[in-house]
């Protein structure tokens, strides 16, 4: 059974960083076409922050986090990452963690916590 769980949020100051953790149970990252960052915030619309390709390892960033955040993974350890660095209060949301299969199949961590507050 396929498993997500986010790990890393919690409350920073603004300009502050954190990084969120995503290990990744019960498939390997070669079933995977891509592993994605995602936040919503409360009343808004799930959005995407970053996007890593299995395949090459391309990298992709909302404009509103490009040059802040950073996605990474160890393929050893099932897990992504994201580093967020500058952190304003905009940011504060939950983030999850998202798996999309090379067969357009979708899968959903359970999100954790980020909150930017002084």
């Known amino acids: 059974q396929v498993q997500l769980v986010e790990s890393g949020g919690g409350l920073v100051q603004p300009g502050g960083s954190l990084r969120l953790s995503c290990e990744a149970s019960g498939f390997t990252f070669s079933s995977s076409y891509a592993m994605s960052w995602y936040r919503q915030a409360p009343g808004k619309e799930r959005e995407l922050v970053a996007r890593l390709i299995t395949d090459g390892g391309s990298t992709n960033y909302a404009d509103f986090v490009k040059g802040r955040f950073t996605i990474s993974r160890d393929n050893a350890k099932n897990t992504v990452y994201l580093q967020m660095n500058s952190l304003k209060p905009e940011d504060t949301a939950v983030y999850y963690c998202?798996?999309?299969?090379?067969?357009?199949?979708?899968?959903w961590g359970q999100g954790t916590q980020v909150t930017v507050s002084s």
């Open positions: 998202n798996l999309l299969t090379t067969w357009r199949r979708a899968y």
